[in-house]
């Protein structure tokens, strides 16, 4: 099992430029996460998807940020344009739904620097 | 969603037992407890959960008390790969959204 996978570890880029995160689900998950960290907000939901349907995006902070999940095993977070302040890392994690209680798992996250 | 409270950072010493705390003093009848911990420079990762009675894993024990309004998370035997954020979160069951507090920030003396 090779876990949640994130791609990439580290993304640099400059203000206003399109920047797309990825996010491989374990095989089986049916659930996928999307959250963000910083130092002042600390872990933040942004939106989450359940057998590919998105279920609640309402902590996506505005229209530059979107999300897709074209199947179950893959999903995209895309910032465009991007801006100083998305600097943070930003997890995902997956899960299954149909099993009560059973944990999320995160991806070890992709480090965004924007410039 | 109930809210826990936790302290914002506890100290212990290697190979000693720690005891991280939560209130939780509105959860509801359904609510279960789960934690989870964050080491340095990765993903959250699941510790344990429990509903009403005291629970052990491999990682930790969940003690909970009679009344539910709080719980403990025990590592027997701390050591120095335990230093992490551990966050204490309540989810009603069959539900999978973790909403994330500030947690306690744990340090491991050597």
């Known amino acids: 099992d090779a876990g949640v996978i994130q791609s990439p570890r580290h993304e640099v880029t400059e203000m206003g430029q399109e920047v797309t995160l990825r996010c491989k689900p374990i095989?089986?998950?049916?659930?996928l996460f999307w959250y963000r960290q910083t130092m002042m907000r600390g872990l933040e939901l942004l939106i989450y998807f359940n057998n590919n349907v998105p279920i609640d995006d309402s902590g996506m902070p505005e229209d530059r940020f979107s999300a897709k999940m074209p199947n179950a095993s893959f999903s995209t977070l895309k910032i465009q344009p991007s801006e100083p302040r998305d600097s943070a890392v930003y997890f995902c994690?997956?899960?299954?739904?149909?099993?009560?209680?059973?944990?999320?798992?995160f991806g070890n996250g992709t480090r965004l620097t924007v410039t | 969603d109930a809210k826990t409270t936790q302290p914002n950072s506890m100290e212990s010493n290697e190979e000693e037992p720690v005891h991280l705390p939560c209130n939780h003093s509105?959860?509801?009848?359904?609510?279960?407890i789960h934690w989870y911990r964050q080491l340095p420079s990765q993903g959250p990762e699941y510790v344990i959960h429990g509903l009403t009675s005291n629970v052990n894993n491999r990682m930790a024990s969940l003690a909970i008390a009679e009344d539910r309004k709080s719980s403990t998370l025990i590592l027997h035997r701390a050591t120095l790969r335990d230093a992490a954020v551990y966050y204490c979160i309540l989810l009603i069951q069959g539900a999978q959204k973790l909403v994330f507090g500030q947690g306690t920030r744990l340090t491991i003396n050597p």
């Open positions: 509105t959860i509801s009848g359904t609510d279960y």
């Open positions: 095989s089986g998950h049916n659930s």
């Open positions: 994690a997956t899960g299954s739904s149909g099993r009560d209680n059973s944990p999320l798992h």
